[in-house]
C-alpha cells in the first residue's frame, strides 16, 4: 500500500487541525488503518487506529477526548480531527495500515512522507 498524508502546519496551542490520508494500492475498506506520529527524538507512537467499518476506534491515552480519527472507504482516505492542540503534539504524523487488530495493532513496512504539525505560540 501507499499513503499521501497532509494537511499538517503550524497551529497555536488551542488549535485545531485535520489531517488527511490518501490510500492506494491495497483493498483500503479491509484493513486497520491507523495515525502514528513520531517527534523528534523520540519512536513513532500510535495515535489512534480505526476498523474497516469505521464502527470501532482506538486512541492513545494522550489524545483521548481531543482528537477524532475517521475513514471515507468510498474515497479510500483517512482521517485525523485534532482539537485542542498542545506543544506536545507537534511530530511528524503518518498513516499506515496493519494487522493483528484493533488492540494488538502492528503496522505494516509501508511508511509515507508523513506530514509535520507543529504546536507553538
Known amino acids: 500500500g501507499q499513503f499521501v498524508e497532509s494537511g499538517g502546519g503550524l497551529v497555536q496551542p488551542g488549535g485545531s487541525l485535520r489531517l488527511s490520508c490518501v490510500a492506494s494500492?491495497?483493498?483500503?475498506?479491509?484493513?486497520?488503518m491507523s495515525w502514528y506520529r513520531q517527534a523528534p527524538g523520540q519512536e513513532r507512537e500510535l495515535v489512534a487506529a480505526i476498523v474497516g467499518t469505521g464502527d470501532a476506534t482506538r486512541y492513545a491515552d494522550s489524545v483521548k477526548g481531543r482528537f477524532i480519527i475517521s475513514r471515507d472507504n468510498d474515497e479510500n482516505k483517512l482521517y485525523l480531527q485534532m482539537n485542542s492542540l498542545k506543544p506536545e503534539d507537534t511530530a511528524v504524523y503518518y498513516c499506515?495500515?496493519?494487522?493483528?487488530?484493533?488492540?494488538?495493532?502492528?503496522?505494516?513496512?509501508?511508511w509515507g512522507q508523513g506530514t509535520q504539525v507543529t504546536v507553538s505560540s
Open positions: 494500492g491495497l483493498s483500503f475498506s479491509s484493513y486497520v
Open positions: 499506515i495500515a496493519g494487522r493483528r487488530g484493533l488492540n494488538f495493532f502492528t503496522p505494516y513496512d509501508w
